[in-house]
């Protein structure tokens, strides 16, 4: 037996037999049915007797049966992924060939073949269609026993519908197989315990992580349709996690549809990421087309976790120009990559500057004249700001300046300024400095509209909390971590934080670029907060460590334990979009905050931390430090 499985594993290793060679089994299979079914019905002897008239007699009736196998072309698939249409063309293809025989023979052929009854040729086809869905069956089973599944993993499916279904068929059809479907998981009882494509439905309940390891499957794949379902399942997410099962998973920003073919390769094992109960947001990816569509698009702090992933979005709406900023040369080399490989017809440059650099901005605006401005570039790890002051005031602020002002040079229709939650009543020179961008793109705006200032440019800004997977989030360093045994570090046992995925964020800042009209300050709903700890527990157990401890480490400078975004109704205002808010804030004149930011900017090459942030506090009032050396500026007379 042994033997016989090594010739089976030799032949499969091979290439798959011509197109001639299934042809030739087809007929040869018709052409002895009826020989053994004529020898059957009329005798071993009498056939021998008569064996040449009767073998040239069933070579012309093979020859009808040839004309239904090429109508039907039942020899061009591969007989070890044989399906159920390959069966129904042998079917309609030796049914053909019935017919025609019998036509043939009213019209009088049988007068010049060998005398053969009706109901033998019937039969002989039942008996062909029979051998041929036979041997496609065996080969196919033997391909998956010797074969196809030597290396697979045994695999669950979560969801049977069209989602589950079409996963269920992509993974069958891989060649070598990487999984085996052992069993479907369904939520409704109706369908639970019946067969799915030969396996069994199971239960969605306490039985289901015994009933895998019965099948020896340590795997789930969850149906892109059922997504939402596992999110917000946390009973079911931390039984199978505690208990060792790997759950894959489609991810959301692929938007498939659920009905046309998926690739297992885009199956990933979920992460915390994937599991953070959210409400999908919807935009109106339509009207941000049309804006954008033929436009120039310039987009600071391209290579970031923001900015690049801002670039996929706008070359998705096929862009006249991409004007792609960033002064880190090789994440930016990576953006040129990503730009020739993916959206070749796009011109795009991508542009290694400083944007503080004025004369250098100056250049870049003179030469492509962008309609849109998107400025994601920006210093934002809060303890690095804390320490160093003036780069936060130098390349946030007045790099925001200079892009702001030559947008306005330059004629440019929007620009759109990528804020921060930390920017809420700030607690650190982080978050003060986004503020401070805030007010003057919205002084700026309001001294157009007012003709203090000449131009057509309209502001807006977007604020929105952290977003996962984002350079130096929490995220990957609980992974790092873990990775070591930890322990995992977390500031303090009650701290919260609000998270949004990248391409989430990245929509919103598109939505609210398309519906602003200048002065907004636009705020995105950031669902519920999640507690850090509580995050770090998950990924603990959806990780499979054992043994690795939390420890608090205390606030670092100028960290919240609460963040803000200004989602209150009493300090917003709706919009179209639920998801997207309008924040009542103070007016500031323009030409004053122009005085105040430029003593501010002079103030920040003098490398005095205490003068800088102190000339912070007077332009942002509500600036008051926590955890901070600068706490001293706010109990003393300013």
């Not at 293809?93 to 109901?119: C, D, K, P, S, T």
Request: hydrophobic letters at 45%; aromatic letters at 10%.
């Amino acid at each position: 037996m042994n033997s016989l499985f090594k010739l089976f594993h030799w032949y499969f290793s091979r290439k798959a037999l011509p197109y001639w060679g299934i042809f030739l089994f087809d007929c040869l299979i018709v052409f002895l049915s009826g020989l053994l079914i004529y020898a059957l019905n009329n005798g071993v002897y009498n056939t021998l007797s008569n064996f040449w008239l009767l073998a040239g007699s069933w070579g012309i009736y093979t020859l009808f049966y040839i004309v239904g196998f090429r109508m039907f072309r039942t020899y061009s698939g591969i007989l070890r992924y044989s399906s159920f249409v390959d069966l129904q063309r042998i079917g309609f293809a030796v049914l053909a060939g019935l017919i025609l025989i019998y036509i043939g023979r009213q019209l009088g052929l049988n007068e010049y073949l060998a005398e053969v009854r009706m109901r033998d040729i019937v039969l002989a086809a039942l008996l062909a269609v029979s051998l041929m869905w036979m041997i496609r069956v065996i080969v196919k089973y033997l391909y998956d026993l010797t074969y196809h599944q030597e290396q697979a993993e045994r695999v669950f499916i979560y969801g049977v519908k069209q989602g589950g279904i079409s996963l269920a068929k992509s993974i069958r059809n891989q060649d070598p197989a990487k999984y085996i479907l052992s069993g479907f998981v369904s939520d409704v009882n109706d369908i639970q315990d019946r067969l799915l494509m030969g396996v069994r439905v199971y239960a969605n309940d306490k039985r289901l992580v015994s009933e895998m390891r019965k099948k020896h499957t340590n795997i789930l794949f969850v149906s892109p349709l059922k997504s939402e379902d596992l999110r917000e399942n946390t009973e079911m997410v931390n039984r199978l996690t505690e208990n060792g099962i790997r759950i894959f998973m489609v991810p959301d920003v692929q938007e498939w549809n659920g009905k046309s073919e998926i690739n297992h390769a885009q199956l990933k094992e979920v992460e915390i990421e994937d599991l953070l109960p959210r409400e999908k947001i919807e935009v109106d990816m339509e009207a941000i087309g049309r804006l954008l569509n033929g436009k120039k698009i310039l987009i600071t702090g391209a290579a970031g976790s923001i900015g690049s992933e801002m670039v996929r979005q706008v070359s998705a709406f096929a862009p006249a120009e991409l004007i792609l900023i960033d002064q880190a040369e090789s994440p930016m080399h990576d953006i040129r990559l990503m730009m020739a490989r993916q959206w070749s017809d796009i011109k795009a440059f991508t542009i290694v500057a400083d944007i503080t650099n004025k004369a250098r901005m100056r250049e870049l605006f003179s030469e492509h004249r962008p309609d849109y401005v998107f400025h994601a570039a920006a210093y934002k790890h809060v303890p690095m700001m804390e320490d160093n002051p003036s780069e936060s005031i130098v390349n946030n602020v007045e790099g925001t300046r200079v892009v702001a002002d030559l947008a306005v040079e330059f004629g440019t229709r929007k620009f759109v300024m990528i804020s921060t939650d930390k920017a809420v009543n700030p607690t650190n020179v982080m978050g003060c400095s986004k503020r401070i961008c805030e007010i003057y793109v919205q002084s700026f705006d309001k001294a157009i509209k007012d003709g203090q200032v000449k131009g057509v440019t309209r502001f807006v800004t977007t604020r929105f909390g952290n977003v996962l997977g984002s350079n130096g989030s929490v995220i990957p360093l609980f992974k790092e971590q873990i990775k070591n045994g930890g322990p995992i570090t977390v500031t303090h046992p009650d701290i919260i934080r609000y998270f949004m995925l990248i391409p989430e964020a990245c929509r919103l800042v598109l939505e609210a670029g398309t519906m602003g009209n200048g002065g907004e300050i636009f705020v995105f709903d950031m669902g519920n907060p999640v507690k850090i700890v509580d995050l770090a527990r998950r990924m603990i157990r959806l990780s499979g460590a054992r043994h690795v401890d939390i420890k608090f480490t205390g606030l670092r400078d100028g960290e919240k334990l609460y963040e803000e975004v200004l989602n209150d109704a009493e300090i917003t205002m709706p919009t179209i979009h639920p998801k997207v808010k309008i924040a009542k804030v103070r007016e500031y004149d323009y030409a004053n905050v122009c005085k105040r930011i430029e003593e501010l900017v002079r103030k920040s090459y003098t490398d005095d931390d205490m003068q800088i942030v102190k000339a912070m506090k007077e332009i942002v009032p509500e600036f008051k430090s926590q955890h901070s050396k600068y706490e001293i500026l706010d109990k003393t007379t300013i």
